[in-house]
Structures are given as C-alpha cells and as structure tokens.
C-alpha cells in the first residue's frame, strides 16, 4: 500500500511549508500557492477537502481527509465526543478539486464563516494548510499571551 492510500494520517506526508498571501477574486475562488499545486500534483492529485474551523479554513488533500475518516470509523459511533466530532467537524467536508488555472472554489458560507473577503493568508500546517483572513491572521499571530518559548517546552514535552 502507497503513503497516499494507507489510511493512517502518519502516512500522509508532510508536505505543506510556509506562508503565502493571495487575494480571493469576486467569484470565491482561491489561488492556491504554486509550491503547493506542484506538491499536490506530485503526491495527491486535484482533489480536496476543505472545512471551517474557528477563524481558518482547513483544506486537507483527499487522501489525508479520508486517513482522518477512516481513524474516526474505527471509534464507538456511541460515544458522544465521536459523535460531536462528526456533527461538529467530518460533516462540514467539502469536497473542492484544482481547476486548470490552480484555484478552488470556496463557498460563500465558509467564506462568510471565517471572514474572508479579498485578502487570505495560506498558511502550511504540514499535512494540510488554512487559509485566514490577512487580519484575522494578524490579529491571531500577535493575540498569543504565551511566549514561543513556553509552546516549545510543551511542545517537547509530548515528545517532539
């Protein structure tokens, strides 16, 4: 079984970096990274996932999506975080693809929901990517109380 198929996230590789700033046009579609198109191209195809959470938008590669949806199958559909994770989370999957020009279409009611406009920031978080609002970005970045010292330490202490 390939790394694109094998139904485990550690599978999936990690092939998001950086950040990039791209307008949205007045028909919600979004330029996606050139760095990025080439990635997907070469490891996952045109085929995407996007989801709303808190002021992002996630937009996971299909194959690392249904990793996530197999990981959560294999849990007891009785238990109530279960559930609330497919409610709150799995059911707001949209399934978007590359067009020739490398954009996706982002639909107003995501758009909306995380108040995007014009002005996005991609952003790489490895496996998939988010895209913000510039401002909310902003506002997100320098909004962190804790210093980077103290993530670092807890980050550390779970083992990376």
Request: without cysteine; proline residues 5%; charged residues 30%.
């Amino acid at each position: 079984m390939d790394e694109r198929t094998s139904g485990s996230s550690e599978g999936v590789r990690s092939v998001f970096r950086g950040q990039f700033r791209h307008t949205i046009d007045p028909k919600g579609r979004l330029s996606i990274p050139a760095k990025f198109r080439e990635r997907l191209s070469a490891e996952f195809g045109p085929n995407l996932v996007v989801v709303p959470i808190n002021s992002a938008l996630e937009v996971h590669p299909l194959a690392a999506w249904q990793a996530i949806e197999a990981r959560v199958a294999n849990l007891s559909k009785f238990d109530p975080d279960v559930r609330r994770f497919r409610q709150q989370y799995l059911s707001l999957g949209e399934d978007v693809a590359l067009d020739p020009q490398g954009r996706i279409q982002v639909k107003q009611e995501y758009r909306e929901r995380v108040g995007l406009q014009k002005d996005a920031m991609i952003v790489g978080m490895g496996d998939s990517f988010e895209v913000w609002d510039v401002v909310r970005w902003s506002m997100h970045q320098s909004g962190d109380e804790q210093p980077l010292e103290d993530l670092f330490a807890r980050i550390a202490a779970k083992g990376v």
